[in-house]
T-cell receptor, first 114, second 109 residues
Framework: EAQVTQNPRYLITVTGKKLTVTCSQNMNHEYMSWYRQDPGLGLRQIYYSMNVEVTDKGDVPEGYKVSRKEKRNFPLILESPSPNQTSLYFC?????????????FGSGTRLTVV | SQQGEEDPQALSIQEGENATMNCSYKTSINNLQWYRQNSGRGLVHLILIRSNEREKHSGRLRVTLDTSKKSSSLLITASRAADTASYFCVTSGNTPLVFGKGTRLSVIA
């Protein structure tokens, strides 16, 4: 089944403790992206990647890192999480950005930083 | 970045009625997409309409696009309780997609 898999689904952590949220897609998509969703603010893009080894900042990249060493994986790294990073996170992929391709989303990761 | 803005912010209808949501955008586009999100879940791609198309259908969904007015509408016919969700429009050009805040649709049985 074609899908985007995020792990974990739920995570509670403490301020400053490094964490990684994994994202993997099995559709050989070139484009991958991370979003966070907060009440009243909608989905905001954190980082995106046009292809392997190509990443770029979205609208809210502060406090996050990403890497794209292989096509299928696009982990989101929080080096020193803070409470304002408590949010619902989504990974998405597409065959290419723009050009008439829909996006496939993961099921989300609900992160709480205390 | 490109962003669609949905209107209304919230919509409540009775089961069986039609639901119409609108989307406006500001820049030229290659295509426009609509997504659905059930509470707390990932977004699901519903339909994509290209800039040279004016109308598209998929099941109970009908999407129109007016590039001269930079607007689109999503019509859901014969709504069901299961259609209760948030709906987002997203425009696509040469820059990454940016999502608006969506329209929250409630279908009351």
């Amino acid at each position: 089944e074609a899908q985007v898999t995020q792990n974990p689904r739920y995570l509670i952590t403490v301020t400053g403790k490094k964490l990684t949220v994994t994202c993997s897609q099995n559709m050989n998509h070139e484009y991958m992206s991370w979003y966070r969703q907060d009440p009243g603010l909608g989905l905001r893009q954190i980082y995106y990647s046009m292809n392997v080894e190509v990443t770029d900042k979205g609208d809210v990249p502060e406090g996050y890192k990403v890497s794209r060493k292989e096509k299928r994986n696009f982990p989101l790294i929080l080096e020193s999480p803070s409470p304002n990073q408590t949010s619902l996170y989504f990974c998405a992929s597409s065959a290419r950005n723009g050009g008439g391709y829909g996006y496939t989303f993961g099921s989300g990761t609900r992160l709480t930083v205390v | 970045s490109q962003q669609g803005e949905e209107d209304p912010q919230a919509l409540s209808i009775q089961e069986g009625e039609n639901a119409t949501m609108n989307c406006s955008y500001k820049t030229s586009i290659n295509n426009l997409q609509w997504y659905r999100q059930n509470s707390g879940r990932g977004l699901v791609h519903l339909i994509l309409i290209r800039s040279n198309e004016r109308e598209k259908h998929s099941g109970r969904l009908r999407v129109t696009l007016d590039t001269s007015k930079k607007s689109s509408s999503l019509l859901i016919t014969a709504s069901r309780a299961a259609d209760t969700a948030s709906y987002f429009c997203v425009t696509s050009g040469n820059t990454p997609l940016v999502f608006g805040k969506g329209t929250r649709l409630s279908v009351i049985a």
